[in-house]
T-cell receptor, first 116, second 118 residues
C-alpha cells in the first residue's frame, strides 16, 4: 500500500532562515507525491507535486521540494522562511492509479512555526 | 474562479437531527471529494464522485449519505450522527485524471464545515 511518513510533529525556524519539512514515501510503482498546506480553520492549499522529470520541483509561495529516489524522500524546502509560513503541512501520495480520480493518502502532518 | 465554497461554516446538531452540508465549485471539475478531518489529524477520504457518479465509498457508515445533483454541486446528508462524528468536513474538486496516468491534477479544497454533534 502507498504511504508517506512525516517524522516531525513540529518544526521551529527563525524568520529569514531556510526551512525543511521532511517526508518519506513507500510506494509500489511510480510515485505521485504532493505537498499541501493548511492554515488554521481553513481547507488545504496545494503547494507542489512530483509526477516525473526534474528532481527539484518548484511550487507556490517560494516553496520547492527535492525528490530523492534512493532515499525515498520528498522534503519540502524554502530558502528564507516567513512568519506567515506558519501552518500545518501535509505530504501526500496518490494511492490509486488508473481510476480517473485522485485518491490521496496523507501523512500525519508537520506544524511549522516561524518565529520573528 | 478557483474557489470551492462550503456551507454552512459551522453546524451544531443533535443526534436525532437531519442536516446537509453543501459544496459548490465552478471550475468545471468533474471529480469531487468529501473528507473528514479530526483535530490535529490528516484528512481521511470518505467519498469520491466522478462525472456525478459515486466512485468510492470508503466504508463510511450509512448515516452519511452523499449526493451529487449536478457537476457543480456536492451534498452530504447527515442523519442520526454520533458525537464521534464531530470533525471538520472538507470538500474538494479536481479535474478527472486520464486513465493512463500520463497526467495528474491537484485537488482544490473548500474551507470546510466544522460539525459538532451533541
Amino acid at each position: 500500500a502507498q504511504s508517506v511518513a512525516q517524522p516531525e510533529d513540529q518544526v521551529n525556524v527563525a524568520e529569514g532562515n531556510p526551512l525543511t519539512v521532511k517526508c518519506t514515501y513507500s510506494v509500489s510503482g511510480n510515485p505521485y507525491l504532493f505537498w499541501y498546506v493548511q492554515y488554521p480553520n481553513r481547507g488545504l492549499q496545494f503547494l507542489l507535486k512530483y509526477i516525473t522529470g526534474d528532481n527539484l520541483v518548484k511550487g507556490s509561495y517560494g516553496f520547492e521540494a527535492e525528490f530523492n529516489k534512493s532515499q525515498t524522500s520528498f522534503h519540502l524546502k524554502k530558502p528564507s522562511a516567513l512568519v506567515s509560513d506558519s501552518a500545518l503541512y501535509f505530504c501526500a501520495v496518490r494511492a490509486a492509479a488508473g481510476t480517473g480520480f485522485q485518491k490521496l493518502v496523507f501523512g500525519t502532518g508537520t506544524r511549522l512555526l516561524v518565529s520573528p | 474562479d478557483t474557489e470551492v465554497t462550503q456551507t454552512p461554516k459551522h453546524l451544531v446538531m443533535g443526534m436525532t437531527n437531519k442536516k446537509s452540508l453543501k459544496c459548490e465549485q465552478h471550475m468545471g471539475h468533474r471529480a469531487m471529494y468529501w473528507y473528514k478531518q479530526k483535530a490535529k489529524k490528516p484528512p481521511e477520504l470518505m467519498f469520491v464522485y466522478s462525472y456525478e457518479k459515486l466512485s468510492i465509498n470508503e466504508s463510511v457508515p450509512s448515516r452519511f449519505s452523499p449526493e451529487c445533483p449536478n457537476s457543480s454541486l456536492l451534498n452530504l446528508h447527515l442523519h442520526a450522527l454520533q458525537p464521534e462524528d464531530s470533525a471538520l468536513y472538507l470538500c474538494a474538486s479536481s479535474q478527472v485524471m486520464p486513465r493512463d496516468d500520463s497526467l495528474d491534477y491537484e485537488q482544490y479544497f473548500g474551507p470546510g464545515t466544522r460539525l459538532t454533534v451533541t
